[in-house]
């Protein structure tokens, strides 16, 4: 594949810029394939709507729904929850399921430009075709870019928002049990992805972990694993039962950040996070995290399990950003489709 390297976001002075930096607005796209939450979806709305509550209070909420009637849906539960639509915005962008974080724009931004932000729109294919129907999730990035008039810049290769995490200052770590699955992006070789993700991302340096958490569908995503929290630092989830499916994957990728360093020589700096009690629906173990948290401009929103570790995490999660309040919202029901807040939304920048 022959990439102009005059005419990628790097070479324009763009890069990602991490997640706690201000945003404009964060993009969610409702909740509407039965399939995603089977005998679940209507218990995940009331969680679902706490959290544009909370993301509401400091920043834009962007609504991808597919029709008129979905809007009036959507506005009867958040009328429901009393929450003041002055922040809320609706956009008739069809799709195929709720998880904005994967098939949503990824923003760029090079404040010195013209366009101060742009959009790159990676290829999308249902992480790996584990699903049929990814058709309408795919055009999202492009629909966007339209709609809000940006740049849009086009790899030609499968990526999707929640296999990176950025600290915003040249770094992105990523796992490769995902990045690296040949059901993505088949006969390109590490060497080869970081090249994309240098090119595409406007980033230097990239941290490999190896595998993803048990339940996890989608090959190893890293906001289920390690999250950046400022420049220097990680949250890393830890499970320290021995008996634990998690345990040995975990330990391991623990093992690999330990020995990681900035290209200044400074090593990273982490922080463990514990993982909840197993989470269990209809006999199936499901990819329960509280790494999957979401940093807005007023909060950081945590998935919470009902367990007994809510409050530790919380609180770890807390020490980390002294800045926002931290919300505790109940993911149990949520966590049914394989995802959680971070797995929902998508950020849009704030460029002055």
């Known amino acids: ?29 409702w909740p509407h394939r039965e399939a995603s939450w089977p005998g679940k979806i209507n218990d995940i709305f009331a969680p679902y709507v706490r959290f544009i509550k909370t993301i509401a209070e400091g920043e834009k909420v962007r609504i991808n729904v597919q029709d008129e009637k979905m809007k009036s849906f959507a506005l009867e539960h958040l009328s429901r929850a009393k929450i003041h639509t002055r922040n809320i915005e609706f956009y008739y962008h069809r799709t195929d399921d709720a998880w904005c974080r994967d098939h949503g724009p990824a923003f760029l931004i090079n404040p010195g430009a013209k366009k101060k932000k742009a959009i790159v729109d990676w290829g999308f294919n249902a992480w790996g075709e584990k699903h049929e129907s990814f058709f309408l999730d795919n055009t999202i990035p492009e629909k966007i870019s339209e709609e809000l008039g940006l740049p849009l810049f086009r790899p030609e290769i499968i990526m999707e928002g929640g296999a990176v995490d950025f600290n915003g200052k040249g770094t992105v770590i990523t796992s490769r049990s995902c990045l690296l699955n040949p059901n993505r992006n088949k006969g390109l070789n590490e ?9 595409y991302y406007g980033v230097r340096q990239i941290f490999w972990v190896e595998d993803g958490i048990v339940g996890d569908d989608t090959d190893g995503h890293i906001d289920d694993m390690v999250r950046f929290v400022n420049e220097n630092t990680v949250l890393a989830a830890v499970e320290e039962n021995k008996e634990d499916e998690n345990y040995f994957i975990l330990q391991e990728n623990l093992k690999l950040l330990e020995k990681m360093f900035f290209l200044d020589g400074t090593p990273l700096n982490i922080v463990k996070l514990p ?15 509280y790494a999957n948290f979401y940093i807005c401009n007023s909060a950081v929103v945590v998935p919470t399990y009902s367990c007994r570790k809510d409050r ?9 950003f002294p800045d926002r309040k931290i919300v505790g919202i109940d993911s149990t029901d949520i966590i049914w489709g394989l995802g959680s807040f971070h797995c929902l939304s998508q950020q849009e920048p704030l460029v002055l």
Not at 275 to 289: C, F, H, K, Q, T
Not at 312 to 320: D, L
């Open 1 to 29: 594949m022959k990439i102009d390297l005059t005419k990628t976001p790097k070479s324009r002075g763009y890069y990602f810029p991490a997640e706690w930096e201000k945003h404009e607005a964060t993009w969610l796209s």
């Open 191 to 199: 060497k080869e992805i970081e090249f994309f993700l240098k090119e």
């Open 275 to 289: 993982m909840p009690d197993p989470v269990y629906y209809n006999g199936e173990r499901l990819p329960a995290s």
């Open 312 to 320: 530790e995490a919380m609180e770890i999660i807390r020490k980390c």
